[in-house]
C-alpha cells in the first residue's frame, strides 16, 4: 500500500515564485493534514480538513492556501514563496471521525528551499 | 506558547539499557497522547498512543506511562537497540473535536543508542 503520498520531494524556488504540493492517500480516510517542520521548532499544524469539503486553519497558515480536490486528495500552495517558508512538510492522514480519536500516517516529506 | 513540551532536545544510551524519554503538557483538554518515532528523510511513523482514562499502556518494548496530575508522560524502550536510534515526538489532542483537527507536537528528543 502507498499509504500517503507526496509530490514533489524537493523543490527549490526564488523568492515571489508560487508552487503547489500535491498530497494524496489511499486509506479512505476522512481528515488530512498539512504540517511543516523546522529545526528545533518540532511539526507545527499549517492547515487541516477534517473531512471532504471542509478546511481550517492550524497554527501557522500565513502564507499558504489549501485545496481538498476530493476525499483522497489535500494540496497546499504557496502563492509567493518567501525564505521563510524554507522548510520540510508533511502530509497526513487519518480516519479520525467525530468523538473519536487515533494516529495521523505521514507522508515522506517535501524538501522547500526558497531563495 | 508551547503547550507540548520536551526538554531533552538529546538522549544517548548504551545498547540493552533502558531508554527514557519525557514529555510534560500544559494544556488540561487534552486527552489522548501520542509518541511518534522518525528516520532522518522519511515521516514520522505512530509508535504508541495511550487515552487520560488509562496510566500506562504497553506495546512490545515500548511502554508509555501517564501521569495525569502531574500533566507529565514518559516513554520507556526496554531493551534499547541500534535501530531505535531516531527522532520522537510527543503529540497530544483534544478530546472535543474527537482529534479531527490534528495533533499538537513536540520539539522532538533525538535518541542515539551506543552500541
Known amino acids: 500500500n502507498a499509504g500517503v503520498t507526496q509530490t514533489p520531494k524537493f523543490q527549490v524556488l526564488k523568492t515571489g515564485q508560487s508552487m503547489t504540493l500535491q498530497c494524496a492517500q489511499d486509506m479512505n480516510h476522512n481528515s488530512m493534514y498539512w504540517y511543516r517542520q523546522d529545526p528545533g521548532m518540532g511539526l507545527r499544524l499549517i492547515y487541516y480538513?477534517?473531512?471532504?469539503?471542509?478546511?481550517d486553519k492550524g497554527e501557522v497558515p500565513n502564507g499558504y492556501n489549501v485545496s481538498r480536490l476530493n476525499k483522497r486528495e489535500f494540496s497546499l500552495r504557496l502563492e509567493s514563496a518567501a525564505p521563510s517558508q524554507t522548510s520540510v512538510y508533511f502530509c497526513?492522514?487519518?480516519?479520525?471521525?467525530?468523538?473519536?480519536?487515533?494516529?495521523?500516517?505521514f507522508g515522506e516529506g517535501s524538501r522547500l528551499t526558497v531563495l | 506558547d508551547q503547550q507540548v513540551k520536551q526538554n531533552s532536545p538529546s538522549l544517548s544510551v548504551q545498547e540493552g539499557r533502558i531508554s527514557i524519554l519525557n514529555c510534560d503538557y500544559t494544556?488540561?483538554?487534552?486527552?489522548?497522547f501520542l509518541w511518534y518515532k522518525k528516520y532522518p528523510a522519511e515521516g514520522p511513523t505512530f509508535l504508541i498512543s495511550?487515552?487520560?482514562?488509562?496510566d500506562k499502556n504497553e506495546d512490545g518494548r515500548f511502554t508509555v506511562f501517564l501521569n495525569k496530575s502531574a500533566k507529565h508522560l514518559s516513554l520507556h524502550i526496554v531493551p534499547s537497540q541500534p535501530g531505535d536510534s531516531a527522532v520522537y515526538f510527543c503529540?497530544?489532542?483534544?478530546?472535543?473535536?474527537?482529534?479531527?483537527?490534528?495533533?499538537?507536537f513536540g520539539k522532538g528528543t533525538h535518541l542515539i543508542i551506543q552500541p
Open positions: 503529540a497530544a489532542s483534544e478530546g472535543s473535536g474527537g482529534g479531527a483537527d490534528g495533533l499538537t
Open positions: 494544556n488540561s483538554m487534552f486527552d489522548y
Open positions: 495511550i487515552s487520560s482514562i488509562k
Open positions: 497526513a492522514s487519518s480516519r479520525w471521525t467525530s468523538g473519536g480519536h487515533g494516529e495521523l500516517f
Open positions: 480538513s477534517a473531512s471532504e469539503g471542509t478546511t
